[in-house]
């Protein structure tokens, strides 16, 4: 079985951590173009520095339909009073100034849009309001990566009150086959790398993302010892050699976990920028608050590697005088589609939201089983050996289920790197567990069984990158 040390997983975080990050690049100068909005607003539009999308200049339509600016009142022309008519749509070159703008042919800002001057224009337009906050700045890129660091829970599985074996001089003293112990927290990574292939009509981005998820393993012990010597017997079966008449048992489960899934995602973006009048009269371009629903839809494969030993022992005699094993291992192969989402608020430097994902998925599973006992007496014609071996192999397939409920909260330390952290929960049904193979009777033939599950619960801390 595969197992990272904590060194390893932190180098592995930290190189997730710097690898990709990048700043945003500043936008190039798009043409003036038009695009209506909503409401008793016009707008024109120009592309800046940190917007995916061209700023939003709004002049203030009055109750009288006739368009107001601080120009006017500053005495300069406006589309109203001016002597000129506005050049015909598309009768100027991205970047070229109208005949009539009053400039010298020598002036440094001939080949400019005149968005650009900070003065009010011929045209009696005012330079872009003051950018406060946007929605253009999250998620601007081409890739993005994820990586956190978990730590994680799994709970006991179902069966844990079947025992294996009691204590003949103590009545109702038994030992619990999974270990009356419960697993602890063990350490993990999730990483995440994905791509923009686009964005819709719909204002929703399009990309394609990976997404691998490992924990360590986890592992349980657990021990009786009888009080009379000699008095530890098998529930099921009470002639199995090596196994009754022990001082001793001993269980070690250990389990671990993979998980790599490529999903197809669509999201939605904010609405576009508000125009804010501050109490002085100023206009601020903001951010659209809002709820971002995403959808994703793709494929998954899961791994649940167990290991399970069950072990006897006298104290009197060595292994080679008196001893059981018992060793169970089992490979959980799930293979299927899910389907999933999230839900994000979106503020202006933080999110929290909800994210789901579940699907059915195939269980190919093995379960590999050997077992000896053996036992050493002392008769009248000398010491004779009682013992038993058993090496099976069985193989079989299952439906089984997957499913994770988070909820994340998130802080953007600049528009395309942000701090995360959030509780996550899984569930994984459908599973040959190690310890649920353990049976001393006969079978015809080896067989898996696939009735258990295993919950997952913890907290995870990260950062996403989009460059």
Known sequence: MVKFTIRQLTAVLAAALFVGYAPIAAAQNYPLREKPRSGSRVSRELNIPWAAEPESVALIQGADDTLHSPAAELGAPTLENSDDEMP????????????????????PLDGESILNQPAVNDWGMEPPAPI???????????????????????????????????????????????????????????????RFLGRDMRNRDHSLEFTFLYSNEFNVENSIRSRLSGSLFLEQDTNQPGFNFADTYTTDYRSNYFSYDLNYRIRRRLEADRLVMSPDGNWTRQYTRGLLPSLLLGIRYVTVDEYFQFSSRRDDNNREGFGGDYLVNTDNDLAGIQIGGELIDQHETWYWGVRVKAGPFVNFSEQHTEMQGNVTFNGPNGPFTQSEERDETATASAAAFVGEVGFVWAYHVRPNWTLRASYDMMWVAGLALAPDQVSFNDFPTPQVLHAGSIWYQGLSLGTEIVW
């Open 132 to 194: 406060w906050s946007s929605g253009d700045w999250f998620r601007r890129g081409v890739w993005y990566t994820a990586a956190d660091f978990t730590v994680m829970h799994r709970n006991r599985p179902n069966r844990k009150r079947m025992t294996l074996g009691i204590d003949a001089s103590t009545p109702g003293r038994g030992l619990i086959n999974y270990g009356t112990n419960p697993f602890g927290v063990e350490p993990g990574v999730r990483a995440t790398v994905g």
């Open 88 to 107: 015909a749509a598309g009768s100027l070159m991205p970047g070229e100034l109208p005949a009539s703008s009053g400039l010298p042919p020598e002036s």
